[in-house]
């Protein structure tokens, strides 16, 4: 079974729509052919995490918070936009904010890479991302129905301990950040 790209919820694909057909002239260039058919948009459920939770070393699986969506939108010549709509408090779907740049051409490619990744056609995964911004990471989660069998590829920028690209064990990859999280408890920045 091949790897899975999820369904996203149709307000989803309304708000991130209306964003791209409301956005003034300069921003509807930088989104280029995004306002195709939302099916080139490869959705990615966004899920986060709390430092806390992972220093104290909960599983992501069992700790990770829905938190919206994320898209790669490919564009021409091999550049890609990545949007990310989340609900608001009212559980209206709005964009959160658009990007581009090295880490969503990064995302399209190796999103594109495990889509075709033969190890994965065995088994079942859908293909999500997590974000943990206390340390600085956004990885692509290959989630299995089994949480010990879920992989992890880190999205650079990262930690320097993380290789960008490389694939992750579930046990591992939760090791990892777990010792990361510890260290950043231990060493708090301003912005926590």
Known sequence: MPVTMP????????????AI???PAASREYLGAAAGAPSAWLPQKLYTIDVQD???????GDVARDVGWRYVLPQPLGAAVSAEVRPDAAGRHRVAHFAQ???????????????????FAAEEY???????????????????????????????????RLV?????????????LR??????????????
Do not use: C
Request: no cysteine.
């Open 54 to 60: 992972l220093a104290d070393g909960k599983p992501i």
């Open 21 to 23: 057909e409301g956005s």
């Open 126 to 160: 859908t293909l999500q991302a997590l974000i943990v911004p206390a340390l600085y990471i956004l990885a692509l989660w290959l989630k299995n129905p089994d949480p010990d069998r879920d992989w992890f590829v880190p999205v650079e920028p990262t930690d320097p």
């Open 7 to 18: 369904s996203p919820p149709a307000d989803s694909l309304r708000a991130l729509a209306r």
């Open 164 to 176: 960008p690209g490389r694939y992750y064990e579930s046990p591992a990859f939760n090791d990892l």
């Open 179 to 192: 010792s990361l999280a510890q260290e950043r408890m231990r060493h708090p920045t301003p912005e926590m």
């Open 101 to 119: 740049g090295p880490q969503t051409l990064q995302t399209l490619e190796l999103t594109r890479q495990l889509v075709e990744e033969p190890r």
